[in-house]
């Protein structure tokens, strides 16, 4: 069941704009919601006019790391389940990546050029969305009224430092790490081959999504000596004390864990049979995702780095199958910034000493593209429906977004816990026992199993609860 914003009752024109700073994931999904609901909004984006150290282009919702947004299994994945609540939200960041979708196996990954392409093209032709390339550089000015700050990871340090002036919190950060792309016809495929993860098929059928480069014991060791000693980024003294975000660690990072943790980590070998020798197992696998529609660019998966330029060519070149790549991104790191949100913000988004500002996207301390653009889609609602002159909540806690904001709003915090960026995941969900816990053949469920039942159970309770939410919301909004 999809179900579109509230629609107005009164001319959008005599409503006064809400404004939405920034363009990224978030920020068009917030302006998308508002302006589905009738309400006129005006997008600020200060891309064109000034850049970022991560962007490329000008283009909304920009994709600067990875190209996927994760399972798209909502019937056992929280984040699959977080991609089916945004689709029955009418949610362009999500319809627009399933338009631009290509192979990744039980993934959903796009094509990144053409849904930046996408998600502009529509936001621009929308009649209720106006676009203005500029920079807000300090807390809005008293005529806005409402406001959505979805500025993300790579918030300017200027609207940054008069965000952080108004709360007197110190800012939080995290460095987060970029992932290299190779041209897909320098990879050398006598040494690598084609095959999904136990031969998963993805949405489309296709179970050889992936690109496997095979390691001997050897070569891992050989590969693992060189990317401990080579270069890094030196970072400058006021970020070194900044903490990685443990969901995106560079490689390197991992591989000072232990010598065995990229093997059970971003190059384990298992469920993957080579193609050239079936009879000798992998020590270890480099992976690589498609990354446009083409076919004629893939990311390396989970190769996120902070090796300097010089390094990577002849780092990654050392693995099997890439002694010939051509890289047409390398990998690089940049600080990100999110909020203190549970002693900031409450359960509108709102910041508690400013209600008229609301935040969304990964500036709230949620992680990831789909996180943060369902994050957008929430805020977007929740300022149309205060500007029409309604009161709508949050979803659920039972719901992967009512999950999302429980977290960032201190739902899930222990005394003394410190708030971090976080994932949407089943355990941050109110547990459940109201599941089958016995197998088809009647016996007891244990292990992954049990496991596995459970988080159907979870995922089916928050899909019927979203879908009470949205009819809830209809209701308000006709009132």
């Not at 897909?184 to 059928?205: I, N």
């Not at 590969?223 to 070194?240: I, M, Q, R, S």
Request: proline fraction near 6%; charge should be negative.
């Amino acid at each position: 069941m999809t179900r579109p914003a509230p629609v107005a009752h009164v001319r959008p024109m005599t409503l006064n704009p809400i404004h939405v700073i920034g363009g990224g994931m978030a920020g068009s999904e917030a302006a998308w919601q508002i302006a589905s609901a009738g309400v006129p909004v005006i997008l600020h984006e200060m891309r064109g006019t000034r850049g970022t150290e991560a962007h490329q282009t000008d283009r909304l919702a920009e994709l600067v790391c990875s190209n996927s947004f994760r399972s798209n299994d909502h019937t056992a994945n929280a984040v699959g389940v977080l991609h089916e609540e945004m689709r029955r939200a009418n949610g362009l960041i999500i319809s627009t990546a399933r338009d631009h979708q290509v192979p990744a196996g039980s993934a959903l990954a796009v094509d990144r050029e053409g849904f930046a392409e996408a998600v502009t093209a529509k936001l621009e032709a929308h009649p209720l969305v106006t676009i203005v390339r500029e920079e807000v550089d300090g807390i809005p000015p008293e005529e806005w009224d409402s406001v959505i700050v979805a500025t993300g990871p790579l918030t300017s340090i200027a609207l940054a430092e008069a965000i952080r002036a108004h709360t007197g919190e110190t800012d939080l950060a995290f460095f987060d790490a970029i992932a290299p792309i190779v041209y897909v016809e320098t990879v050398d495929m006598s040494k690598a081959w084609r095959q999904s993860r136990y031969d998963k098929a993805g949405p489309g059928g296709d179970t050889a999504a992936y690109i496997n480069c095979p390691m001997t014991e050897e070569d891992y060791n050989r590969f693992l000596d060189a990317l401990l000693a080579a270069p890094k980024t030196e970072f400058k003294d006021w970020e070194k004390n900044t903490p990685y975000f443990e969901g995106c660690l560079p490689i390197e990072v991992m591989a000072e864990r232990g010598r065995e943790t990229l093997r059970f980590g971003p190059m384990k070998p298992i469920g993957l049979t080579n193609a050239h020798n079936p009879a000798v197992k992998a020590h270890a696998v480099v992976q690589l995702r498609q990354d446009n529609a083409l076919g004629t660019l893939w990311n390396m998966v989970g190769f996120q780095t902070k090796l300097k330029h010089g390094a990577q060519t002849d780092v990654f070149r050392m693995i099997p199958g890439l002694e010939q790549a051509e890289f047409a991104r390398l990998g690089g790191i940049h600080r990100n910034t999110f909020l203190n949100s549970p002693k900031l913000l409450d359960r509108q988004l709102r910041m508690k000493t400013m209600p008229r500002l609301r935040f969304a996207g990964q500036v709230t301390g949620v992680e990831g593209y789909v996180e943060s653009a369902a994050m957008g889609l929430l805020a977007g609602r929740l300022a149309a429906a205060e500007r029409l002159g309604t009161k709508l909540e949050a979803p659920p806690p039972t719901t992967a977004m009512g999950a999302l904001v429980h977290h960032i709003t201190g739902g899930h915090l222990a005394a003394g816990q410190t708030f971090q960026p976080m994932n949407v995941n089943f355990g941050l969900f109110p547990d459940i026992e109201d599941y089958s816990k016995n197998g088809a053949d009647g016996k007891r469920l244990k292990g992954k199993d049990k496991g596995k039942a459970k988080k159907m159970a979870q995922a089916v309770r928050a899909l019927e609860d979203f879908d009470t939410w949205l009819a809830g919301e209809a209701v308000v909004a006709a009132e």
